[in-house]
């Protein structure tokens, strides 16, 4: 996006920006301003994550190596702690196990 517009500044270091010429108190001086913005800037960031499972869990995996094996490759996805989400997913197995 281009746009264009004056940077107003006072003595007080106030400053205003206006899109048309502006009108100048005595303290007050103007510069032209030219702006190239790209348009990336203003597309907001859409988050992918891509959390991949190794076969080998299909198997009968014991719970804690489950927990073990995806704890590091959501932490490592996420960027996040691995001690958190392991915490997390054990918490999870015991509220399954309390409530089966």
């Known amino acids: 996006m281009k746009t264009s517009g ?5 003595d007080r270091g106030s400053m205003r920006v ?5 009108s100048l108190e005595p303290n ?8 190239d913005i790209p348009n ?14 190794p076969n080998d869990v299909i198997a009968n995996v014991p ?3 489950a ?4 704890a ?7 960027r996040i702690d691995v001690d958190d989400v392991r915490d997390g ?3 999870l197995l015991d509220n399954r196990k309390a409530s089966a």
């Open 28 to 35: 007050e001086i103007s510069a032209h301003l030219n702006l």
């Open 40 to 53: 990336q800037f203003f597309q907001r960031p859409r988050l992918a994550i891509t959390i991949g499972i």
């Open 63 to 65: 719970a804690d190596v």
């Open 67 to 70: 927990v073990e094996i995806t």
């Open 18 to 22: 206006t899109k048309n010429p502006p």
């Open 6 to 10: 004056y940077l107003v500044i006072n």
């Open 89 to 91: 997913l054990t918490d």
């Open 72 to 78: 590091e490759a959501v932490a490592g996805a996420l």
